[in-house]
């Protein structure tokens, strides 16, 4: 089975500052790794997947993760934010094999201020 | 053109009630899901489908009745509604690559009164 822990609930930060969040997973298997988004009263939105090779994974809106295996950590980052990344941010998990099956994080939720 | 659409998006009701979800996805993908949100935003799978099979089924009460009558549609019938069954339902389909991305529906948010 699998468990992701989104380590913080909500992320206050100021426009153009930088910003981490954080997610660990636990899993007997190995797993592709994701973040997504979702604005307000909106749908999820892929940001970014690890699925092998480089641990450094660049995806939309200037967002980054890296994927530590020893740490079982696949954190976010983006270097400066504005306040249109204001929004919930979702950390998922699905096993190599068998069907797709994404397991999630609680969320966290990234409030920026002008 | 919306590649996964739901309808409705949003549905009031009292308890007791029996209400559908639609959904249907034009990307041409074989695997279809729905997921549920609650008020804390948590997201948790529900059921999948794979070219109109039933192939996952998480702990959900047996009010809950999936049908998928093609592998583009995936409906979600929910009988004897109960206050806890209010959440936003997510519709979801991801391609046989197994990548793992899956695309989402905007959601159907239900309230139960």
């Known amino acids: 089975a699998q468990s992701v822990t989104q380590l913080d609930s909500q992320v206050p930060v100021f426009e153009e500052a930088p910003v981490e969040l954080r997610c660990n997973y636990s899993?007997?298997?190995?797993?592709?790794l994701f973040w997504y988004v979702q604005y307000p009263n909106q749908g999820l939105q892929l940001l970014l997947k690890y699925l092998s090779g480089s641990t450094l994974v660049k995806g939309i809106n200037g967002f980054e993760a890296e994927f530590n295996k020893s740490q079982t950590s696949f954190h976010l980052r983006k270097p400066s934010v504005h306040i249109s990344d204001t929004a919930e941010y979702f950390c998922?998990?699905?096993?190599?094999?068998?069907?797709?099956?994404?397991?999630f994080g609680a969320g966290t939720r990234l409030a920026v201020h002008p | 053109d919306t590649a996964v659409s739901q309808t409705p998006k949003y549905l009031v009701t009292q308890m007791g009630n029996d209400k559908s979800i639609k959904c249907e996805q034009n990307l041409g993908h074989d695997t279809m899901y729905w997921y549920k949100q609650d008020s804390k935003k948590f997201l948790k799978i529900m059921f999948s489908?794979?070219?109109?099979?039933?192939?996952i089924n998480e702990t959900v009460p047996n009010r809950f009745s999936p049908k998928s009558p093609d592998k583009a549609h995936l409906n979600l019938h929910i009988n004897s509604l109960e206050l806890g069954d209010s959440a936003v339902y997510f519709c979801?389909?991801?391609?046989?690559?197994?990548?793992?991305?899956?695309?989402f529906g905007e959601g159907s948010r239900l309230t139960v009164l």
């Open positions: 489908y794979n070219n109109k099979e039933l192939i």
């Open positions: 979801a389909s991801t391609p046989q690559d197994h990548t793992g991305e899956l695309f």
């Open positions: 899993s007997s298997v190995s797993v592709y």
């Open positions: 998922a998990v699905t096993p190599f094999s068998g069907y797709n099956k994404l397991i």
